[in-house]
């Protein structure tokens, strides 16, 4: 078995260590020799298949990539076929359609069902349930009712008349609430595109028609409970509209104290308020889902899943004694998790509260994924906060519109066709991974090994799959990075490692980081050609950690210290 220089270096004086550690001109010749070397069998089976189509360039670039796959060598969704057998609910899957008369081929009509108000499920606005808190949710429907038809009666309604209707059922928040941005978009939005006051009614009817739609209580996705619960894309409709007139009670408030304050807001109360050229977008992006959704013509003929999968103590790995190769990886720093990674599982870098900011001011990637999906907001309904050990999978749901930029550039760039095929369930084939990364205020903090563990256990979470089926290979990229002072390199050879142990390949999107690319392919090259194993990599980041972490230790780069030690083994034997 080979032992890692660093291992014995910790036996060796401080003297020694710097030698290990230092960068003469004498170890930058013997890297480009390595890389020379690695490459030279690649190069002579490509030359003269080469020469004759991408010419001596594709060669110079190949040299350190050449273990990469192409984008089309991974699996996706579309490829599998005939494994899911009929729709079935269970005692840990919950569906909101009559099985049976789907099973069938009959359609999607709303399951019968108990209505139920108790902390283990949503309480939902028309529900009939006694609120001994106050008066009767019955009648804070009928308030609901009563001023959601005066809306939906007329053919054009102002936004003076929204807002008044929202804060009639929301007293409490009448001096609390702006609806600035709500105001200010309908106003600047230029006229071509202006439908919002004939839009308006159709929303209010679409909110009405939430207990025909609605029949069964939904359950919580709660924290450490493995469950699921399927929709239809109509029934999301619904609930979605509802979010928009702000009906959902004792959803309001995030005070330590309140009942869902572990949970994600869902009333677009805080979308309203505050306005800012980001939340112009959002709402174009919104306001386009409902114009949709509210067409005569649109079919909604699908379904959606939300599942809530956590790790367990018997599941989890010991990456230390991990013998798992690295699997299939592509890295480009062009093309989007959510375009090119179509028919993959796309990584959504997701907030501990699914949704992130939403239906806020926020619009990272996890925003933007969740606009351009509005389906995806529902999830806020039901899923609490996620544990360490926790993550939400999310198959079927629609893509509605097309986005430009990131962050203040995000613009909504119109509607989108979304073409793909449905599964034996009716649900889209794209699957959406939500998984949270640590938060860092200081980015030497993920230099860890228990926070290090985590994230790939975190990882692993998402990407293991189930056993016995097919799963796809996965679109991510630099998760937990950017606002949340993750280090790239590092949390690329994490969901390296996790998909390695779930025997899933990787599409990698670098966004533009045309360095993370270059030096994730050479990485990447090294560790296919040593058959590095997953743990090895787990041993060589435990050294690198003890070294970062020593008294007066400047920072190290991450790859070139796993170059260096990799290469310094090899030069022993």
């Known amino acids: 078995m080979l032992t890692f220089p660093l291992k014995m270096a910790k036996q060796q004086d401080s003297s020694q260590m710097k030698a290990i550690l230092s960068y003469d001109d004498k170890e930058k010749e013997e890297k480009v020799k390595l890389e020379k070397e690695l490459s030279s069998k690649e190069n002579s089976s490509q030359t003269s298949s080469s020469s004759s189509s991408s010419g001596p360039v594709r060669i110079q670039r190949e040299e350190v990539t050449s273990s990469c796959c192409q984008l089309d060598d991974l699996k996706r969704l579309p490829h599998f076929h005939g494994n899911l057998g009929k729709l079935r609910f269970s005692t840990t899957h919950t569906v909101l359609i009559d099985v049976s008369v789907f099973n069938c081929g009959a359609g999607l009509i709303a399951q019968e069902g108990r209505d139920l108000w108790n902390s283990n499920f949503v309480k939902m606005p028309c529900s009939q349930a006694m609120n001994h808190s106050g008066p009767s949710q019955a009648a804070r429907w009928k308030l609901i009712s009563k001023q959601l038809s005066a809306l939906a009666s007329k053919k054009s309604v102002k936004v003076d008349h929204v807002v008044a209707a929202i804060i009639k059922f929301n007293p ?88 869902y304050h572990n949970y994600p807001s869902i009333n677009f109360s805080s979308l309203f308020g505050n306005w800012s050229e980001r939340k112009k977008e959002k709402l174009r992006a919104i306001m386009h889902y409902f114009n949709v959704v509210t067409n005569e013509n649109t079919n909604l003929e699908g379904l959606v899943t939300f599942e809530r999968r956590c790790l367990r103590d018997s599941d989890a790995p010991s990456w230390r004694s991990s013998s798992e190769k690295l699997q299939k990886l592509y890295v480009t720093s062009d093309g989007s998790i959510e375009t090119e990674g179509t028919g993959l599982l796309q990584v959504d870098f997701a907030s501990s509260r699914i949704g992130g900011g939403v239906l806020g001011s926020g619009l990272l990637q996890e925003e933007i994924l969740f606009l351009i999906n509005p389906e995806l907001i529902v999830s806020r309904l039901f899923t609490e906060k996620l544990a360490d050990d926790e993550c939400v999978i999310i198959t079927g749901s629609q893509q509605f519109s097309c986005y430009s930029g990131f962050g203040d550039s995000f613009e909504w760039a119109g509607p989108h066709e979304d073409g793909l095929e449905r599964d034996e369930w009716a649900r889209l084939k794209r699957q959406i991974l939500a998984i949270d990364a640590l938060h860092f205020k200081n980015s030497r903090e993920q230099y860890n090994m228990r926070k290090i563990t985590r994230e790939l256990n975190k990882a692993y979470c998402g990407f293991m799959g189930e056993k016995g089926h097919k799963e796809p290979d996965i679109a991510t990229g630099n998760w937990g990075c950017g606002a949340f002072n993750g280090d790239p390199q590092l949390k690329a050879v994490i969901q390296l490692m996790a998909a390695a142990k779930s025997s899933r390949g990787l599409a990698f999107f670098t966004f533009r980081n045309e360095q993370l690319e270059r030096s994730l392919q050479q990485m990447y090259h090294l560790l296919v050609t040593e058959r590095v194993t997953v743990g090895k990599l787990y041993a060589l980041l435990e050294d690198y950690c003890d070294v970062l972490h020593k008294p007066a230790g400047s920072h190290v780069d991450l790859y070139e210290f796993i170059r260096k030690n990799i290469t310094g083994v090899r030069s022993q034997l």
């Open 172 to 259: 409490k928040y009448k001096d609390r609430w702006s609806f600035d941005a709500l105001h200010t978009f309908v106003e600047h939005v230029p006229k071509t595109e202006n439908y919002f006051h004939t839009l308006f009614p159709k929303i209010a009817a679409l909110a009405l028609k939430l207990p025909d739609q609605i029949k069964k209580a939904i359950p919580l996705l709660q924290r450490g409970r493995p469950a699921s619960i399927t929709l239809s894309q109509v029934q999301i409709s619904c609930l979605l509209a509802n979010a928009f007139f702000c009906t959902f009670p004792h959803r309001n408030t995030s005070r330590p104290d309140a009942e």
